[in-house]
């Protein structure tokens, strides 16, 4: 679609170093992300974006961000201990990783803090795949989608 190939390659681009910035600095993108799918949906300046998001496949602008670090950490195998026995433990069943507690919100907007708040949400079939498959990336997007709320909750600044 057209979408995909005009605004969100243009989006993705270098949003793992601007995703996480204020709400004031992304506002302009979130307008003119809204304003563009409207025009490519045919839908009136005034229709909800929230109805806009819920009823197609698009990802705001903090889902995308949340998509492009889980790909990140998951294809680079950060923050993740593996675990090379033959016994069966919690730690070869259940990844956990650990985070810091960070006392300032610019602290908690780095990758190092948001990316294993984000791998330990995510469900166990997908953290465990070796590979970032064309599936698995859908996977993790239709995650995103469905569990942003859940997101929220966990990374405070989200919710700004």
């Known amino acids: 679609m057209v979408y995909y190939s005009l605004a969100e390659s243009v989006l993705n681009y270098g949003i793992l170093c601007w995703g ?40 705001n602008l903090r889902q995308l961000y949340c998509v492009r670090v889980i790909q990140f950490s998951l294809n680079y195998k950060l923050f993740q201990d593996t675990v090379n026995h033959s016994i ?36 166990l079939d997908i953290k465990n795949k070796q590979n970032l498959t064309k599936t698995t990336k859908n996977k993790i997007k239709d995650w995103v989608k469905i569990n942003y709320t859940l997101i929220k909750k966990s990374i405070v600044w989200f919710s700004e």
């Open 20 to 59: 996480s910035a204020c709400e004031s600095v992304l506002l302009p993108l979130k307008i003119a992300q809204k304003y563009v799918l409207k025009i490519l949906l045919f839908k009136p300046k005034m229709y909800s974006t929230d109805l806009l998001f819920s009823q197609t496949e698009f990802l």
């Open 88 to 123: 069966q433990t919690r730690a070869v069943t259940e990844i956990k990783l650990y985070t810091s507690l960070q006392n300032y919100s610019t602290t908690q907007r780095n990758i190092l803090f948001t990316g294993p708040r984000l791998l330990n949400l995510l469900p």
